[in-house]
């Protein structure tokens, strides 16, 4: 697995990045979106968890609020 980008570039240590968990995350998203899964697991191999991950919240996120939006502006019944 490749190190990560010198700290020294921001400013935070002269030191290289240890690495961690979302190291290349972007990168892997990006590349699994455009259909190249060997890249994206090259890049990180967490993608293969969290990019499914992240698309289901997505549509849960819209679905909850698309039936909030309907309760919302559906007409109310008075009795």
Do not use: D, I, K
Request: with cysteine.
């Amino acid at each position: 697995m490749a190190v990560g980008a010198p700290w020294r570039l921001v400013g935070l240590t002269p030191h290289p990045c240890p690495g961690c968990a979302v190291c290349g995350m972007s990168r892997a998203f990006t590349a699994l979106s455009h259909g190249e899964l060997a890249r994206a697991v090259e890049f990180n191999a967490g993608v293969l968890l969290f990019y499914p991950a992240f698309w289901a919240v997505v549509v849960l996120g819209c679905a909850v609020a698309a039936q909030f939006l309907v309760r919302r502006l559906a007409p109310r019944r008075s009795f």
